[in-house]
């Protein structure tokens, strides 16, 4: 069960996500290193992830497209700045296409583990405009669902 959710943004071109997952630290970061792990929980609610390249480390770039029947396809890249095992996620991100294509910002995921649960903060800035950032909202607070409930289920699991 979720026991946290904070959804909001933290100044016009911020956006702050904070969610506590009934998971360990390393199970998170696990699902966020690993390629076979991360297809299945990227990006919002009803979307599918068709193709996504990770080279994980400091350094490496990625690269995916999400798709869902309403909206299409929607391809983003970016490069990975730091990684901290079971602590720390910084990667640029940026659309290829669509509204503010090429644009590149900072998100920045922080895992702190406290009684075999992990707080979870998804930080992105900046955003051009505040219309852009207010359109991230939905798209990462459903990112962050799915991956919170794909944690939890694995967390269970491995439990078990």
Not at 38 to 67: N, S, V
Not at 69 to 92: K, L
């Amino acid at each position: 069960m979720t026991v946290q959710t904070e959804m909001r943004p933290v100044a016009d071109d911020e956006l702050l996500i904070v969610r506590t997952f009934d998971a360990p630290a390393a199970l998170v970061f696990r699902i966020w290193e690993d390629q076979s792990h991360a297809i299945r929980w990227w990006g919002p609610k009803d979307f599918t992830t068709p193709h996504l390249e990770m080279d994980f480390r400091p350094g490496g770039k990625w690269r995916a497209c999400i798709a869902s029947p309403t909206h299409g396809e929607s391809w983003m890249s970016g490069v990975y700045r730091e990684i901290v095992r079971d602590q720390r996620i910084v990667f640029t991100f940026r659309w290829e296409q669509g509204r503010d294509p090429g644009h590149e910002s900072l998100i920045t995921v922080t895992l702190t583990e406290e009684n075999g649960r992990t707080t979870q903060t998804f930080h992105q800035a900046p955003f051009p405009t505040v219309e852009s950032r207010d359109s991230h909202l939905g798209g990462w607070t459903q990112f962050v669902d799915k991956e919170g409930a794909y944690a939890e289920r694995l967390a269970k699991e491995e439990a078990a």
